[in-house]
């Protein structure tokens, strides 16, 4: 399977990886599942989940300081080609659209996260840089979550 450039001049695979990283992040510290809405660009991006309150400011600094751990512990980021019937086994597909075929494209972070995906990514934890949340606000059960990176 082919990987997918995005057609954009803004995307960034250290930024994608580091979405993904981020996401394992929110399920283990909140339980709140993968963000429903992501929007990956180079300069800064968002992800928006579905929660009941907004973060205080330790909880950021703590989602910041688990992040820049898993980066910093320099993971291999690989793929796993799977039937779909084998990716079941190890994900949800949920979100999948209906006609995304029968081989099922994972992105494994180390042991970290794995997550049926199309993009590219960086190859090593280690190359993504510093992670940094921007913001955060809360309103109507989505919880927005603004972040960037630095260069490694």
Known sequence: MNQVIPNRKEYDPRMHSVEHILNQTMVR??????????HIE????????????????DELALIEQNVNEVIKSDLSV???ILTRAEAEKIVTLTKLPEDAGDTIRLICIGDYDVCPCSGIH????????????ISSDW???VLR??????QP
């Open 78 to 80: 690989t793929e796993r």
């Open 145 to 150: 979550i603004r972040f960037k990176i630095q």
């Open 42 to 57: 180079k300069k800064k991006s968002k992800c928006d989940y579905h929660y009941d309150r907004n973060l205080t400011a």
């Open 122 to 133: 960086a190859s090593s934890t280690k190359e993504i840089g510093g992670f940094r949340i």
């Open 29 to 38: 510290m909140f339980k709140c599942g993968r963000a429903f809405s992501a």
């Open 139 to 141: 309103n109507n059960g």
